[in-house]
Structures are given as C-alpha cells and as structure tokens.
C-alpha cells in the first residue's frame, strides 16, 4: 500500500516566517505534487516535481517554492510566511504508467499568525 | 484550458435515496477523469476512475464526452457516504490533475 506522510498535522508560524513543509513516499514513485486546499476553492496545485531536481509550477506558486533533493522527498517551502497562506496542504505522489491515480498525504494544517 | 465544474457545494439526501453528484468538465483533447473521497478526518482517497469502468462502494460514473459530464452516481445512500467528493481531470500525457471544487454530500439517517 502506497505511503505519503507529511512530516506536520499541524503548523503554527508567524508573518515573515520561513517555513518548510516536507513530504516522503516509499512508492519510489516519479512524481510529486503539492496542493492547498481551501473551502469553496477545492484543491489547487501550487508544485510538482516529475524526477529529482525536476519541478514545474503549477496554478499558485506564487510565494512557495519547492525541493527535490531525493526522489522520494519532495518540500514546500514558504520563502516569507503570510497570513494568506494559511490553509491545508496535501502532498501526492503517483507513478509514472499510464492511468495512474495520486495518492496523497493526510496533510499538513498550517497556521501563520 | 482544462476546467473542472462541480455546481453543488453541498447535497444532502435521505438514507435509501439515489444519490447524483454533478461534474462537468471542459477540454478539447481526451481526458483522463476521476472521483476522489474524503471521509472526516481521514485522507483523501481515490474512489473511481473511468477508464476502469467499475463500480466502487457501490458507487458508478460513467464518461459522457458528448455532455462533457462525469457524474457520480449511487442508487440507494448511506450514512458511510456522507464525506466530501472532489471530480478531478487529467489531460493526456499530462502527470498533473484538475480538481473541481468539491461537493460535500451529507446523508440523512
């Protein structure tokens, strides 16, 4: 059974703050995604990343950017933390075969205060 | 561009009732469609994909590229089903997904 875990449930940072969001799959899976989730807005892809050192944005990168060091490691990280940017981030990951279905994480409930 | 509609927001039927949850969705190539579930406090979970054409939990969703729809479909609910459904579209070759933005359906005892 395929495995995301996010290393935070829960987050609480303050305005300016640099915060790092991290996620590992034990699929060795290429591809990783993070998104926020936000009520009335559904999930939005803020990142992916299709092979190490690889990232391409997505429909709101804007304030975030990402690592992928490891394949099986992918971070998000806020550069300035703002209070706009509290929300639920989910991270995913999927194989590379055709009709691959996501499989994401339990998330990551970050606060910036 | 690709988009993702789910007109409801929320859907609330009695237990026994059909239930029909709506996604509609606009791309000009041939799309790859998905139903994802999110029961309370657990994580978000594939529930169908078209090109499986099988039926999960009861569930079905059927592709209709003539309506451009993709809805999920239950003929009698129950309570286990109340959680939040989220249609989600993936171009083709692409690695990513469009989401809609989500309805959650509650069911009534």
């Known amino acids: 059974d395929v495995k995301v875990t996010q290393s935070s449930r829960y987050l609480v940072k303050r305005t300016g703050e640099k915060v790092f969001l991290e996620c590992v799959q034990d699929?060795?899976?290429?591809?990783m995604f993070w998104y926020r989730q936000d009520p009335g807005l559904g999930l939005r892809l803020i990142y992916f990343?299709?092979?190490?050192?690889?990232?391409e944005k997505g429909d709101i990168p804007e304030g975030y950017s990402v690592s992928r060091e490891k394949k099986e490691r992918f971070s998000l990280i806020l550069e300035s933390a703002s209070t706009n940017q509290t929300s639920m981030y989910l991270c995913?990951?999927?194989?590379?075969?055709?009709?691959?279905?996501?499989?994401f994480g339990d998330g990551t409930r970050l606060s910036i205060l | 561009a690709q988009r993702v509609t789910q007109p409801e927001k929320l859907l609330s039927v009695f237990k026994g009732a059909p239930v029909e949850l709506k996604c509609n969705y606009s791309?000009?190539?041939?799309?790859?469609l998905f139903w994802y579930v999110q029961y309370s406090r657990q994580r978000l979970q594939l529930l169908l994909r078209?090109?499986s054409r099988e039926s999960i939990k009861g569930f079905t969703a059927d592709l209709n590229k003539g309506e451009t729809s993709f809805h999920l479909k239950k003929p009698f609910a129950q309570e286990e089903d109340s959680a939040m459904y989220y249609c989600?579209?993936?171009?083709?070759?692409?690695?990513?997904?469009?989401f809609g933005t989500g309805t959650r359906l509650t069911v009534i005892p």
């Open positions: 995913a990951s999927s194989g590379i075969e055709a009709h691959q279905p996501q499989h």
């Open positions: 699929m060795d899976h290429e591809n």
């Open positions: 990343s299709y092979d190490v050192k690889m990232k």
């Open positions: 791309y000009s190539g041939s799309p790859e």
């Open positions: 078209h090109i």
């Open positions: 989600a579209l993936r171009k083709g070759g692409a690695n990513n997904l469009f």
